[in-house]
């Protein structure tokens, strides 16, 4: 009686067999020729002597259960063991029906039931071994031929392994089934324009056939899982389905998930549902845009907070990611508790960096996808988890591209994740070497939002301009334009040679882009990074942009600048700017020019800018006053937000005085008498920094550039909306 000992370990213990065996199962116990625990089966089948050689299965997850070779020695065989697997093979045995031996047209006719599922395990093997075996399959026809042969006994596991694997070798089959097939009509046409014989351009012709049926098969495959998957959702368990819909999403079938969802939304069903179970359905529902209504998805969410105590960092922040992919939201108390569990258990979770660094970068993006606001401590604790170094090493360009869109997104600064990648060289050139096109425009824009004007933007616009210069960029117009901008809003003089490279390539490609629904803000762009151009005082000749796009790209930027200047000028002041507007014009006579007295919402003389209010001083300054709002900040450090800073500079570029009225400082004000104090102090603070440069001989421009960056804060702001 051959003996077979399958360990995790992958160390076998079995004596040979030439024959195909049945296996009984014996039960755990340790190997005599290793020291761990195994699984024994007994085979029933003819004994050879212990110097052959024999196939075994083995159990080693590193060799992925391969069939291997082995020559055992009898040293290694238990007689003991040999003995308990003839007793459970005799039991075997006996169990068969009277009629599995002597009919066996009849056993193999039988579509069902107790005898043709006996059957299967013993000329099969155990569930598991099945899997294995759908798992490795390496072609959709082999997949086919597996499914066909063992459908009777097919369970939930088995249709999810099945998925999931044509899934992988569907989609490769799909492409060289596509290259052969058109490799094969080439050769149809070379052999019709040299004029070969009938009957070899029929060969090829055949051969043409046969490349395109690949195709045939996988959508009879579909056509096979689609009806397995029928025939079983009434029999699965909440897991089971949440599996199936997954792997739905992995061969892109979403008409068997969608089949499958109503299934598990059922109440008998969804109570049984684990925190990974539903992420699963969000995840695949999201990946596959299935029609997942706003109570449906509320089910889920109401399902996963009530089993939230046991949910890893990967539920939550898979959940999240789904709902936002979706369009959904979370409603802001259930938020508020999944952001509780992830903070809580990140500490604990299990050392994988690479998993951590996409559950931070997820859950943030997915928060500000959806337009809500995390607490500043629950973003340190997340920040903090990503920028560890390890971490920070282990993570894709995806991931950081992916954590910085969100937090320009969510107005927060993190300045030591930024500062880390500048710190470490070689995590840095790893980043630039690895980043994609789109990961590297998101991260640059990041940097432009969040008024990060360091090494990072600096070095990501260089790799953008070579990536550019290459035959296959992979750049879009909005990308590019996009790039192009966020040098503009961070002032990067030194990259002016990359923007113009980007910009011109922008003006090849902007024709295409017409049809694009964000052709207005592409425009808008454009016209702004030739204002900064212009602004620069960069050597002569200076010219903007007018050496890469052409006149009439030029006036179109224009037009569609004005457009949006002018929407944004109609629109009414918020609260804040109209009380300040009204304390300016309650200061003492004397403090304007009789023809600069204030004005609110005025455009400058080349209607190139918004000013909140605009005067002129006695002293014939032109003064630009603008109330600082919360969204004009990001935290913590407080400081400005790129584009305001960008607007200011353009402001003292145009001759203005630019003085600034933090929210926190107006907000402290509660009379009439403390707000003009404070106005006049920052007016009579500007004189003399005016006058100190005029007796000096600086530059007014340099004055005015400078003038308000030393306005700094008497306090913590807070985020909420002005």
């Not at 009938?198 to 049926?213: C, D, K, L, R, V």
């Not at 096109?437 to 990072?456: D, R």
Request: charged share 15%.
């Amino acid at each position: 009686m051959p003996l077979v000992v399958l360990h995790t370990t992958g160390n076998c213990c079995v004596s040979p067999s030439a024959a195909p065996v049945r296996m009984a199962h014996v039960g755990p116990v340790r190997c005599p020729a290793a020291t761990s625990w195994g699984t024994v089966w007994g085979a029933e089948g003819p004994t050879t002597t212990t110097t052959a050689t024999t196939n075994i299965w083995c159990a080693s997850a590193a060799t992925c259960r391969r069939l291997c070779r082995w020559r055992p020695a009898a040293a290694q065989l238990c007689p003991r063991r040999l003995t308990a697997a003839a007793s459970a093979a005799q039991r075997l045995q006996a169990a068969k029906p009277a009629a599995a031996g002597t009919n066996a047209g009849q056993q193999g006719s039988s579509n069902g039931g107790d005898t043709a599922r006996e059957g299967w395990w013993e000329s099969r093997g155990d569930a598991r071994l099945l899997t294995q075996q759908l798992t490795a399959a390496t072609s959709p026809e082999q997949l086919l031929q597996l499914l066909q042969q063992n459908e009777v006994c097919l369970d939930h596991i088995h249709i999810s392994a099945a998925y999931t694997r044509a899934g992988k070798v569907c989609g490769r089959g799909a492409g060289a089934a596509a290259q052969q097939q058109a490799s094969a009509a080439a050769a149809v046409a070379a052999a019709a324009a040299v004029g070969v014989a009938e009957q070899q351009a029929s060969t090829i012709a055949a051969a043409e056939a046969s490349a395109g049926g690949g195709e045939a098969v996988q959508q009879q495959l579909l056509s096979v899982l689609h009806k397995l998957a029928e025939r079983l959702q009434q029999q699965c368990s909440a897991w089971g389905l949440a599996n199936i819909i997954w792997s739905c999403s992995k061969l892109s079938s979403p008409a068997t998930a969608q089949l499958l969802l109503p299934q598990f939304l059922q109440a008998s069903r969804l109570q049984q549902a684990t925190p990974q179970g539903v992420w699963l359905v969000l995840r695949a529902a999201a990946t596959l845009k299935l029609q997942l209504g706003a109570a449906e998805v509320q089910q889920l969410l109401d399902r996963l907070v009530a089993v939230l105590p046991g949910a890893k960092p990967q539920d939550v922040s898979n959940t999240l990611w789904a709902v936002a992919t979706m369009g959904q939201q979370v409603p802001p108390q259930q938020l508020q508790q999944l952001l509780d569990r992830l903070v809580a258990v990140l500490p604990d979770a299990k050392p994988w960096h690479q998993r951590m660094a996409y559950v931070v970068s997820d859950s943030l993006w997915a928060v500000a996808t959806m337009q809500r606001q995390v607490s500043a401590q629950h973003l340190q604790q997340l920040l903090a988890a990503f920028g560890n170094c390890k971490q920070l090493a282990a993570a894709q360009p995806g991931h950081t591209a992916k954590l910085l869109w969100a937090c320009a997104k969510l107005h927060y600064l993190p300045l030591q994740l930024l500062q880390s990648l500048q710190e470490h060289p070689n995590q840095l050139q790893l980043l630039l070497a690895a980043a994609k096109p789109h990961e590297l425009v998101n991260m640059v824009w990041a940097c432009g939002e969040l008024g990060y004007a360091g090494e990072l933007p600096e070095a990501l616009l260089q790799r953008a301009s070579l990536l550019q210069g290459g035959v296959t960029c992979g750049f879009t117009v909005p990308q590019l334009c996009s790039l192009c901008w966020s040098a503009a809003v961070l002032d990067l003089l030194q990259c002016v040679p990359q923007v113009l490279q980007l910009a011109s390539a922008a003006s090849q490609l902007l024709n295409t882009a017409s049809s694009d629904p964000h052709i207005c803000r592409i425009l808008w762009w454009l016209h702004q990074v030739h204002l900064w151009l212009l602004d620069s005082q960069l050597p002569a000749p200076n010219q903007g942009l007018s050496c890469v796009l052409t006149q009439q790209q030029l006036e179109q930027c224009r037009a569609s600048y004005d457009r949006m200047t002018l929407s944004t000028a109609h629109t009414q002041p918020f609260d804040r700017q109209k009380l300040v507007f009204d304390a300016v014009l309650q200061l003492p006579p004397g403090t304007w020019q009789p023809a600069g007295q204030p004005q609110s919402r005025q455009l400058t003389d080349d209607r190139a800018h918004l000013l909140d209010i605009s005067a002129v001083t006695a002293s014939r300054v032109q003064v630009a006053v603008e109330v600082v709002a919360p969204y004009d900040y990001v935290q913590p450090s407080n400081t400005l937000r790129g584009p305001t800073l960008f607007r200011h500079r353009a402001l003292a570029a145009r001759g203005y005085a630019v003085v600034r009225v933090p929210y926190w400082d107006w907000d402290a004000l509660h009379s009439t008498e403390e707000q003009q104090k404070y106005l006049l102090t920052k007016l009579s603070n500007l004189q003399v920094r005016v006058d100190a440069s005029v007796s000096s001989g600086v530059n007014e421009h340099c004055v005015f550039s400078c003038w308000g960056q030393l306005d700094s804060p008497s306090c913590w702001g807070h985020l909420d909306p002005a």
